[in-house]
C-alpha cells in the first residue's frame, strides 16, 4: 500500500492552494481540469485517469481529459450516461467513491483494461452548491483503502475545481445575455434611424414610378431628387452607425471615454467641440456608464447629421444626486434637428415628435437608468439635449417618459 504521510499531505494542501489561485484568472477551465489531471493521479497514486464534465443536456458526461488510459478505450469512453455504473454510483451518492469490483466497466466498454490494467478505481465528484458538473476517475494499479483523510482532500478539491466550472458557465451565461442585449441594441439603432430613412426613400420611388407612368416629367424630378438626397443621408448615417459601432464604451470609463471622443470629434466631422467637466468622479454601474455614452453619441450624431452647426458644446456636471449631462450647438435649432422627420411636412413643434429616431432612442435608453431627456430651442439659436439620471441606478416602472 502507497504512503500517506506528512509529505504527502504538504503537498496535497499545495496542489489544493494552486488550485484556489488558479480559480481567478483560468479562462480555458476544461484546460485547467485537463492540468490536474496528472496531479490527481498523482495524489491518488494511480496510474491513470480521465476528467469528464457534464454535457449541456444534463444527461452525459464528456471527456476532456485522459492520461494513461488505451487510446481504443479513451475513444469508447468519449461521452458516457450520467448514471453509468461505478461513476454513476458516485454521482448520486455524491461523494468520492473507492470500488475494487471493476466487472461492470469491463462489461460495459467490452476491454479488457479493467480487467488487466487496474485493480481499483477512485471517483471524486466536481460539484458546486450540490450541483454536479463533473468528476475524475482515478484507476489503480493495485488494491488499496483509500484513507479518510484523503477522501476528504479529495472532495475538498472537487469542490474547488466544481466552483471554477461554475464560475464558467456562469461567465458564458453573462457573455450571452451582452452579446443578446448588444444585437438588440444595434438593431434598435439601424431601425429607428436608417430603416426609416430607407422606409421614406420606398415611398418616395412609388411616388416617381407613378409620375413616370403618369409622364409627369416634373414630378418625376422631383421625386428622383428626393430619393438621391435620402439615399446620401443614409449612406451617412450607415457610416455613423458603422463609426459608432467600432468605437463602444471605453474600457477606462465614462469620462475618459468622453475626452477621447471629444479630443476626436472635430477631426472627424469638422464641428469644434467643447468639453467641459465639472465632475471629479462618478458614482455609477457600467450599464449606467454605457447607457450615458450611448446618449451622448446619439445627441451628437444628430448635430452632424442635421444641425448645419460649426461649433457644439459637450458639458458634465453633478446636481446633488443627480448628474446633468448637456449637448448644445450653434446650429438651425429644432427644424434643423428634425429635418428628416419633416421631409414632407415642414417643421413642427418639438411636443408632436417625440417619436423621432434620434429622441426615440436616446429616451428609451435614459429610461433604462432612471433618467429623462430635455430638449430646447436656444433662444441665441441652436438646439440643447439635456440628459439627468440619478447618481445611483434606481428600478423604474415601465413607462415612457
Given amino acids: 500500500m502507497p504512503e ?4 504527502y499531505h504538504h503537498q496535497a494542501f499545495a496542489i489544493i492552494s494552486e488550485v484556489s489561485a488558479s480559480l481567478a484568472d483560468e479562462d480555458d477551465v476544461e484546460e485547467m481540469l485537463g492540468r490536474f489531471l496528472g496531479t490527481m493521479i498523482k495524489l491518488a497514486h494511480a496510474n491513470a485517469g480521465a476528467v469528464r464534465v457534464l454535457t449541456t443536456d444534463g444527461k452525459h458526461l464528456r471527456l476532456v481529459g485522459a492520461r494513461g488510459l488505451p487510446p481504443d478505450l479513451v475513444d469508447k469512453e468519449r461521452l458516457v450516461p450520467i448514471d453509468c455504473g461505478l461513476c454513476g454510483s458516485a454521482i448520486r451518492n455524491n461523494r468520492t467513491h473507492y470500488e475494487i469490483d471493476l466487472r461492470p466497466c469491463a462489461v460495459r466498454t467490452g476491454h479488457d483494461y479493467f480487467e488487466k490494467g487496474c485493480e481499483a478505481m477512485v471517483v471524486v465528484p466536481l460539484q458546486h452548491a450540490g450541483r454536479l458538473l463533473g468528476n475524475y476517475s482515478l484507476f489503480l494499479p493495485e488494491r488499496f483503502e483509500i484513507p479518510e483523510e484523503v477522501a476528504l482532500l479529495f472532495r475538498s478539491i472537487g469542490e474547488h475545481l ?52 403618369d409622364d409627369e416629367k416634373e414630378r ?23 463609426s459608432q459601432f467600432r468605437n463602444r464604451m471605453d474600457p477606462m470609463g465614462l469620462l475618459h471615454g468622453l475626452q477621447t471622443f471629444a479630443n476626436n470629434f472635430h477631426d472627424r466631422t469638422g464641428i469644434a467641440l467643447e468639453y467641459r467637466n ?19 453619441q446619439e445627441a451628437l450624431a444628430n448635430v452632424v447629421r442635421h444641425s448645419g452647426a460649426t461649433r457644439a458644446r459637450l458639458t458634465l456636471e453633478g446636481d446633488g444626486d443627480y448628474y446633468v449631462v448637456t449637448v448644445e450647438d450653434n446650429g438651425k ?32 435608453r435614459a429610461r433604462k437608468i432612471g433618467g429623462r431627456i430635455e430638449v430646447a430651442n436656444l433662444p441665441e439659436g441652436g438646439f440643447r439635449v439635456r440628459l439627468i439620471f440619478p447618481a445611483m441606478a434606481i428600478r423604474v416602472p415601465e413607462k415612457k417618459i
Avoid: C, W
Fill in 162 to 213: 466544481g466552483m471554477a466550472l461554475e464560475n464558467a458557465r456562469l461567465k458564458r451565461e453573462n457573455l450571452r445575455i451582452t452579446l443578446t442585449n448588444e444585437r438588440q441594441m444595434m438593431a434598435a439603432e439601424v431601425h429607428d434611424s436608417l430603416a426609416q430613412t430607407l422606409a421614406y426613400m420606398k415611398m418616395r420611388l412609388t411616388l416617381l414610378d407613378d409620375a413616370l407612368v
Fill in 220 to 242: 418625376a424630378t422631383k421625386y428622383a431628387g428626393d430619393v438621391r438626397q435620402a439615399l446620401d443621408d443614409a449612406y451617412l448615417q450607415l457610416r455613423e452607425l458603422l
Fill in 333 to 364: 435649432g429644432g427644424q434643423g434637428f428634425f429635418a428628416i422627420a419633416n421631409r414632407t411636412g415642414g417643421f413642427e413643434e418639438h411636443p408632436q415628435l417625440r417619436d423621432h429616431f434620434g429622441l426615440s432612442i436616446m429616451r428609451e
Fill in 278 to 296: 465639472r465632475v471629479a468622479d462618478l458614482r455609477l454601474s457600467v450599464d449606467q456608464e454605457a447607457q450615458v455614452y450611448y446618449i451622448v
Fill in 4 to 7: 500517506f504521510d506528512e509529505n
